[in-house]
């Protein structure tokens, strides 16, 4: 699961915004370095020296005919016009695919993200709890419920037949059910951003357009789409650069002749190991991408022409026509939330199927034995096991290190600012082939005499720990950047020194944006399976063991284990909703007769949730 | 609170200078309040008053000089070491703690004993009791001005800095909050520095009226002196609105003769502040008094003749605009008394107004300096200039 990041790729977007060090703080030189220095330290062994070692291995030449003699150094740039020709299909494959995803992805997002902020009222941190809870349910586990759901005679596929409109007669394993897998499965990477934007929008503006004349898709077009553009720019990034790079939907819902980049980096690395050829695949990606998103913004800036739109006609059925203008939105809202649903509600039913034969991919009849005996098959149970400290580890040290250097980047000018960036910014925007397969080669490289860096829990928890750290950072980043500067000097004015400003106003008021980036690096490392796939040795992580059970079939016990995750995620979140409204509620009774005069303005006092937190980043 | 009247010291700055790059923030300031005084730092945006009042707080360190508080040298002191306390632009109050905890803050960080009930009187002195346990964003805007006020108040600090402290407020609670500071301030006895753009705000509270631009002081002086007899363009124009006569001295006797335009004016030589030959006439509107044609003028008088070119009744006064020979648009009030008929646009008058209300500035002076920072308080360039095509000034057109 990952829930998107929106600065980093409005830097990239060209669109920087310089988090400002508060003047009168922070007058020792020597501090930011060492706020920096671990957590850049482990982002320059475990991702620029990968990368660095990645790129001497795509300039190698094979030692003879057969690749398993070994490769030599060779400034080989010959690798990548071989690569290219040899896989160009799928490089167009790959960005065709991740486009139409990316496209859908912002179709659906838009009109989602525009009523939860404008239109949501008081159910607006519901809804943002509905739009992210589905990933806490498997990533792997929900694709997988694609398939159930996109079956041959399914519900779907025979509707779509009976209404003639398949061409193949099936979705499954057609380029329709990749993209539709695509699209699922990084679409808060759009609505998050989009939100943020969206958000921000003062809506007494639309009632300027309004005033000023303007109908009302008029006013969309000039106003709020120019203003939700960051969104936009941000929302299509995030989800094109996962996109482009992912197999596993490709795996689980394609078939073999619509394979991605992805699939042919992974097997080039695992199976066919030709490591140069594979080398250069990656860094050929990482350039496509970076091309993309320089080309992507100034496609997105051009803005939508209302002129085309028809004016609202008045007429006999104009009531009706009212009635759904009004509800349009939230109609189309609500089928958003259907689509996002629909699989985890799938992980749901089917853990209370037994299976008629291995796979539990059609429904049998209604059982409580795989709730009841959770662990028959004792490897899941240590596979979730292994995630759980994983993940609980690499959020501990990620969520360390990250909030370090957001402090230091926002508290301290100091020289390399715009590299320390930059570093933060790259490991989000390498796809996670890349990252994988490059760490790959360093452990494989870090060898002493006869002692082998062995592969398992502890390569698999560094690279979790590496590919968190950016998350965290900008997640704190953003919060930090929010924070007003003058209570920390209204703090220092009265008379607490650094210790008790940090203790009892900076901490407590970026709480809320560490807790959020916990609970992210948490769901990152959970779910991950690309990059564990590579570093895992022979330890199973959870995803792991879905991954390898697909052949032999799911047990029903992964669907257990899938909605009690998604469960307990959608319970924390939403008891810590409930408590913050309580505690509003609870001061406000306290004088409930000052209640008028606080104002119409009913700003809450308490912080933002962490959940808002992570959908509010800037943008 | 009324006997917590404490024992403070004067604040010194001495040849305070903050720099930025090649920029002067701050030039050069030497200033002593007087302990207990209410100060007012006035001055357009970027003038360098709040710099000055950051840097008496402790949140900026000064490139040069020294601050003091009697012989207490703090300049250097750290902001939670300095017996200062500041009410923030905005307030800065706390967004996680209730009232009572942001206004027990500062104690709390002493150690001090009695928190409780010093909090509770402090609240009760800014009558927000009732108030203690709601957040900040549950509170309007005057409550959340008086909570910034007592959360620095309690600490009991030897000076109190208000960084434009009531911009955020509406007119009416504004002047509320104005009548209100000032009663806390009498009833205290700390010395307060209040930095502000707003002539009428400070004049309103002020025992003394620091006015600033760019970086430095132009004129210190009671609100009154001030405004009756400024010593710069500057200072005329931004503390309310002038008529400016730029002249030639003739005679200096006791009373300075001045020829301007062809007309001759007279001025004690007190009210003088310079002795160049080419200097300003300056005479504020309210002085003016329209005679319409017919009637007697005083002898002693200082008159022009004009014709009157805009009337506009506001309550209180009427405001008109005449225009001399030679192309000058004056602005005069005159009070409502409700006794004779008023001039009408197009008659002929004269303007008359006593030689001890006009004052004399420099004539290098640029006559528009003060003006364009604070066009809201000048205030009555309307329709008419437009028309005249003249520039927003209210001194000389052309």
Redesign the interface.
Known sequence: MQIPASSPAIEIAGVPRPAEPAPGLSKRRGTPYWLLIPGMLWLTVFFVVPLVSLFATSLQAPVSDNPDDGFYFAWDFANYPEALSRYGEQFIRSFIFAGSATILALVIAYPLAYFIAFKAGRWKALLLVLVVAPFFASFLIRTYAWQTILADEGFVVNTLNALNLLPEDRILSTPIAVVTGLTYNFLPFMILPLYAALDKIDPRLVEAGADLYAAPFTTFGKVVWPLSLPGVVAGTLLTFIPAAGDYINVRLLGSTNDRMIGSVIDSQFIIVRDYPIASALSFLLMASIMAASQAGPRLASTTIDPSAAPPVRESGLQRALRWIREHTLAVYAGLALVYMFLPVAIVIIFSFNRPAGRQNTSWNEFSLQAWTNICRDPTICRAVGTSVSIALLATIVGTILGTMIAFALVRHRFAGRSTTNLLIFLPMATPEVVLGSSLLALFLNMYWGTWQMPLGFWTILIAHIMFVISFVVVTVKARLSGLDPRLEQAAMDLYADERATFRHVTLPLVAPGIAGAALLAFSLSFDDFIITNFNSGSTVTFPMYIWGAAQRGIPPQVNVIATIMFLGALGIVLLAQVLGARRRRASARADARFRAAAGAAGTSAAGPSALEEIARRPS | MADAFKQVDDLHLVRLTKRYGEHAAVDDLTLTIPAGSFFALLGPSGCGKTTTL?MV?????PSEGMIRIGEQDITHL???KRP???V???Y?????M?IFENVA??LR??GEKNVELRVNEMLDLVELG??A????????GG?QQRVAVA??LI?RPDVLLLDEPLGALDLKLRRQMQIELKRIQTEVGITFVHVTHDQEEAMTMADTIAVMNQGRIEQLGAPQDIYDTPHTAFAANFLGQSNMLPGEVVGRDGIVTVRAFGQVVRLPQEKVSTDADRIIVGVRPEKLHLHREGTEVPAGRNTLDGVVTDASFVGVSTQYLVATSWGQELIAFEQNMGSATRPAVGERVVVSWEPGHSFGLDGGDDLNAGIEEDLREVGHYTASDAQAGLAPTPAVGG
């Open positions: 950051r707080a402790g949140l900026e360190v750290r902001p939670f200062v306390n500041t923030f632009q905005s800065a109050l706390f967004p996680h209730d803050f500062g960080r002493r009732p108030m346990r709601r957040r900040p964003a549950q509170l309007s409550q959360r620095a600490n």
